[in-house]
Every structure is written in structure tokens, then in C-alpha cells.
């Protein structure tokens, strides 16, 4: 098989591909128009999320058997129509669950204890205890949204911190675990003083975090995103942090992120609820690297080469 790899990933793909007969090509710079022009060659493709693969793309890869996603999500590729085609799509949850679920919990940990506010006091000579006093997680009832690989990886780093409980809602039932109930979403809102989203982007969750959502929580909360961006919407939460119904925000994703996950700050001109999140106290922002650590670039290479090995070897 001839693969073509356009996101620079792990060597272990390209040598493990070796060992098992593949050709690979590697083409870091080629334009999405470029590529499309020569996919027809090639029987595999290794991307994460330099470009979208769209119908059009799809129907100008007439051989492609499998594409690999060195990712969480297949969004940025046409899911319904590569199927049709019969294209085999191997995405990497498993690589980087570990990775996300850590980061949720320090992200949490980070905002109760005001973590990033008392550093900045400190380096500017200020020695504030009592205006930085924080609050613990025992006792506190979380919820997650989204219960599949990110969202048990953090309900199994939450073990230890003496929780009263931990909760989850997804559209799908029986999945609960050893580590988080399954209830549906009035005990959730009823309940919880922490969420975390851990869903896919799908026309389902999209801008589903609003004011008419946040409204219907009981207590005020604080809100962990190491999802999708665009499954808040940011002026609405923005509104909720005034209003002090969302007590703080960790954000490791944007609703303003670039399709690629790249260059958050080409535009001149930055959306005002994105001014009043960089300049809030209440709010933590990493740039999408919640599944972004030294293991989880081995493990999602990995993981992805064991599944188009599977597939293609039985």
C-alpha cells in the first residue's frame, strides 16, 4: 500500500508502516488543492488536522482504503461520505485520553485554588493569603458531559479527592462505570458543581453550552472545556461569569479556534467575549493541548498503526 502522511506525527508510524510493506510518502507543505490532485495515487492517508477532507477530496481519492487521524474526533472529514466509499477511518481517543483527563483535573484544581492569579501576585510583589483562599474538591459533585474515553479518563483521575459523587449525561445509554452514574439531565443540573465537557463536535453539540442551558443549573458552577470550542458559546458563558452563575472557566479549547487548531491570533480584531476571557482572574486558557503531551504523541501514532493493522492484516 502507498500512504501519503500531510501532518508531521511520531516516526513510529512511518517505521511501523515500513515493516509491514507500506510505501510512505511524506508531504508537510503541499497545498489542500495540491494534495487532492495526486490522492488518487495512494491507497492510505495520515493526517490530524492540517486541512479538512471534504466530499470533493474524497471523490478525487479513488483508491484510498483507509485514512488515519492522529486525533480524538473525525471531524474535519466528511464521516458520511467517506463510509460510502468505503474508507476505513481509524481515529486515536485511547491515545490521548490519559493526557486530556490529567489535564481537566489540573486545570480544576488550578482554578479552585486561584492558581494563576496568586502566581501573577507573587511575581509582581504582591502577598495577598486571604484574597487567594481556595476551595476544595471533597464534598463537591461532578459532572461530566460526554462519557466516553476523555470523559472516564477523568472520572478515574477524580478517585482520591473524596467527591461526594461523581455524575455523567450522554445521549447514549448503559455506559456508566465503577467511576461516574449515569442520570439524565434535570438530577445533573439539579446536582453538580463542576462540568466537564468531554463530547465530539456534532450538529448536536454545537453552541449547546448556553445561557438558556447554564440558566437551568441549580447552583452556580465552574465549567472545565477540554472538548470542542464551539460547544460553548463564548458571549453567553462570558455572561454567566458576570452574572456569577459560572463561578470560573478552565478553556483548553476555543469557539474562535481556525479549523486547523492553528493560529488563534491572525485576526486584527478579537471577538470582545474572547477580550473579556483573556483579562478575567476566573479563567484559566491553554491553546488545545489537553491531549497534546510527550506519551500521548507516542500513543496516538500507536494506535492508530495498530488499527489499520488489524483491519488490513485479517
Not at 450538529?203 to 472545565?224: A, H, N, P, Q, V
Request: hydrophobic share 40%; aromatic share 8%; glycine share 8%.
Amino acid at each position: 500500500m502507498k500512504v501519503l502522511h500531510v501532518d508531521i506525527n511520531h516516526p513510529l508510524i512511518i517505521e511501523q508502516f515500513s515493516e509491514l510493506g507500506f510505501q510512505n510518502d511524506e508531504d508537510y507543505s503541499s497545498t489542500k488543492e495540491q494534495i487532492e490532485a495526486k490522492i488518487e495515487d495512494y491507497d492510505g492517508l495520515i493526517i490530524r488536522s492540517r486541512f479538512s477532507i471534504d466530499a470533493q477530496f474524497l471523490d478525487k481519492a479513488k483508491n484510498l482504503k483507509f485514512i488515519g487521524r492522529l486525533g480524538a474526533g473525525l471531524e474535519n472529514i466528511d464521516i458520511k461520505h467517506a463510509k460510502s466509499l468505503g474508507i476505513f477511518l481509524a481515529a486515536a481517543p485511547e491515545g490521548n485520553r490519559n493526557a486530556v483527563g490529567e489535564h481537566a483535573l489540573g486545570m480544576l484544581l488550578s482554578l479552585f485554588n486561584k492558581l494563576n492569579s496568586a502566581d501573577k501576585e507573587v511575581r509582581n510583589g504582591k502577598w495577598d493569603r486571604e484574597g487567594n483562599r481556595g476551595i476544595e474538591l471533597e464534598g463537591k459533585v461532578v459532572g461530566i458531559i460526554g462519557y466516553g474515553n476523555m470523559g472516564k479518563a477523568f472520572a478515574k483521575k477524580l478517585k482520591g479527592f473524596d467527591v461526594d459523587e461523581v455524575i455523567c449525561y450522554d445521549i447514549q445509554g448503559g455506559i456508566e462505570n465503577e467511576n461516574a452514574r449515569q442520570v439524565g439531565i434535570i438530577e445533573f443540573q439539579n446536582r453538580v458543581d463542576v462540568i466537564s465537557l468531554h463530547v465530539p463536535q456534532t450538529e448536536l453539540t454545537i453552541g449547546m453550552i448556553d445561557s438558556e442551558f447554564l440558566e437551568k443549573f441549580k447552583k452556580s458552577i465552574w465549567i472545565i472545556n477540554t472538548a470542542r470550542g464551539k460547544c460553548i458559546k463564548t458571549s453567553d458563558l462570558v455572561a454567566a461569569l458576570k452574572s456569577g452563575k459560572v463561578l470560573g472557566a478552565g478553556l483548553d479549547v476555543l469557539e474562535y479556534e481556525k479549523a486547523s487548531f492553528e493560529n488563534m491570533f491572525t485576526d486584527d480584531n478579537l471577538p470582545e467575549a474572547f477580550q473579556y476571557l483573556i483579562n478575567s482572574d476566573q479563567v484559566i486558557l491553554s491553546p488545545h493541548i489537553a491531549g497534546w503531551t510527550v506519551e500521548s504523541k507516542i500513543k496516538l501514532a500507536q494506535t492508530v498503526v495498530d488499527k489499520i493493522k488489524v483491519k488490513f492484516e485479517s
